[in-house]
C-alpha cells in the first residue's frame, strides 16, 4: 500500500491572473514561500522515501522547502527527484495569456465541459488527455520504484501543478477526464492518495491546513484486506 503525497506548488506572481504554464524562470514569491515553508514544517512528521517533482522552478522550490523542513529527521533518499511527467499541462499559445482574455476564447467552454476532447493551441499545445496519461503513467511507475526501494508501506512525495494533479485525482476516484473540473486543488495544499492491489484510496483531498497523524506509519491493513473498503465507513 503505496501512499502518494501530492503537492501543488505555492503561489507565484503569475498564479490566478495569468495561465502561466510552462513559463520560464517562474519563482514563487513571498506568499509562496511561506506557504512552502509552512507545508514542508507540517509535514516534517512524515517519513518519505522519495521527493520528485515537476522540473518546474516554482515546483523544485516547493519541494527544497519539504526537504528543507525544520524537524525532518532525515533528507528523503535521493534528494528532489525531476521528473518532466508531472511537468505542467503544455498550453501552447494559451501560455501567459491572462485568463480573463482566455474565457472569452471559444475553446474555453470545451476546456470547461469537456476537456478529454481539447488540445491546446499551437506548436507547443498538447492534449489534455496526453498530459493525464503521462502523469497517471509516472504515478504507476513511481509507485512501483517505491515499493522496490523501500518496501509495500512507503510514503513519498509529488510536487506538480493544479491541473495535473486533478488529472490524477480523478483516474483515482475512477472518473472520466471530462469531470475533473469538479476538483479543486489550491496552492501549496495537500492531496494524499493510498494505492492497494485493489483500488486507490484518495485519503485527503485540497488539504491546505490538516495535522498529519493519520499518515505516519501505523497499524497493517483494515479486517477484509489492504484493499478493502470498511463497510460502515470504520472508524
Known sequence: MITLLLVRHGLTELTGPVLAGWTPGLSLDGR?????????????PVPLAAVVSSP??????????????????????GGIRPDERF??????????????????????????????????????????AAAQHRAVAAVRDWNARIAAEAGPEATYLVCSHGDIIKAVVADALGLHLDQFQRIQVDPASLTVIRYT???????????????????????????GGEGDAPVGGGA
Do not use: I
Request: proline share 12%; with cysteine; glycine share 14%.
Open 32 to 44: 509562496g514561500r511561506a506557504q512552502a515553508s509552512a507545508l514542508g514544517e507540517r509535514l516534517a
Open 56 to 77: 518546474l522552478d516554482r515546483c523544485l522550490e516547493t519541494a527544497g522547502a519539504v526537504v528543507s523542513a525544520p524537524g525532518r529527521a532525515a533528507p528523503p533518499p
Open 87 to 128: 511537468g505542467e499541462v503544455r498550453y501552447g499559445d494559451w501560455t501567459g495569456r491572462p485568463l480573463k482574455e482566455l474565457a472569452e476564447e471559444p475553446l474555453w467552454r470545451v476546456v470547461q465541459a469537456h476537456p478529454s476532447a481539447v488540445t491546446f493551441p499551437g506548436r507547443e499545445g498538447e492534449a489534455m
Open 197 to 223: 492491489e485493489l483500488r486507490p484510496f484518495v485519503v485527503r483531498l485540497n488539504d491546505t491546513g490538516g495535522g498529519v497523524s493519520g499518515l505516519l506509519p501505523g497499524p497493517g491493513a483494515p479486517a
